[in-house]
């Protein structure tokens, strides 16, 4: 089993930065690509970015692309999203998802709520105008 625990969010105004972190613990972090999602009341989880297994490859929602930034530290088994230029509907509790993928290429990432088994608690982030 796999734990992760978000952390990073706050209370921010329009245009600033904030950067997330999840740690992940319990297993060994390189069998598992990432992912960020975020949910806000009312409305179902959507996914913000992603990045495989190995790295190399990431992908992002239109709504964040060239805002958002996806990166891990294996050293340190922890997957970050740096934020920037942050607007009001970027307003949401932010959540770390991990997918096992061990056995499969280290290039793929996934972008499907369904497609991933672990995740966070979440962290709130606010976004004032």
């Known amino acids: 089993q796999v734990q992760l625990v978000e952390s990073g969010g706050g209370l921010v105004q329009a245009g600033a930065s904030l950067r997330l972190s999840c740690a992940v613990s319990g297993r060994t972090f390189s069998s598992y690509a990432m992912g960020w999602f975020r949910q806000v009341p009312g409305k179902e989880r959507e996914f913000v970015a992603a990045?495989?297994?190995?790295?190399?490859?990431?992908y992002y929602a239109d709504s964040v692309k060239g805002r958002f930034t996806i990166s891990t530290d294996n050293a340190k088994n922890t997957v970050y999203l740096q934020m920037n230029s942050l607007k009001p509907e970027d307003a949401a509790v932010y959540y770390c998802a991990a997918h096992f993928n061990k056995y499969a290429g280290g290039g793929y990432y996934y972008t499907g709520r369904n497609e991933y088994e672990n995740w966070g608690q979440g962290t709130q982030v606010t976004v004032s105008s």
């Open positions: 990045i495989s297994r190995s790295g190399e490859n990431t």
